[in-house]
């Protein structure tokens, strides 16, 4: 069965800034992108480019595009960073992927979704 592991990054302050970065964060993510690249599970996985590169579009009731390129405004101040679509037996394998992921550590969440096959 398929998942996606969304990886957010801990929460900002109201300056935008997070928690000081970790000196050993870049080999920890080289470690278990190997690891789980290596155990054959990954579908595809890519990392996303800075929030203020977003742009958000709504469709109004009149049917209009409604375009927006300031950020998102979500009610969070986690910001989705990046993914891993896994095929795995089961949630539970998804979910041991997950704790094993940076991602999920110092403040920052893992949310594991099953992909739907309709």
């Known amino acids: ?3 996606m592991l969304l990886l957010h990054s801990p929460p900002v ?8 970065p970790d000196p050993c964060e870049f080999e920890k993510w080289v ?3 190997k690891a789980i690249t290596d155990a054959g599970v990954v579908v595809d996985s890519a990392s996303l480019a800075d929030l203020t590169t977003a742009t958000t ?16 405004f979500a009610e969070t101040r986690e910001v989705l ?3 891993y679509v896994v095929d795995v ?22 949310v594991v979704r099953p992909v739907g096959e309709y």
């Open 1 to 3: 069965m398929k998942y």
């Open 13 to 20: 302050d109201d300056e935008g800034r997070g928690p000081e």
């Open 31 to 33: 470690e278990f992108d």
């Open 57 to 72: 579009l709504r469709v109004n009731a009149a049917g209009e595009r409604v375009i927006t390129t300031d950020g998102p």
């Open 81 to 83: 960073g990046g993914y």
């Open 89 to 110: 037996p089961d949630l539970d394998a998804a979910l041991d992927w997950a704790a094993r992921c940076p991602a999920a550590r110092d403040g920052g969440s893992v």
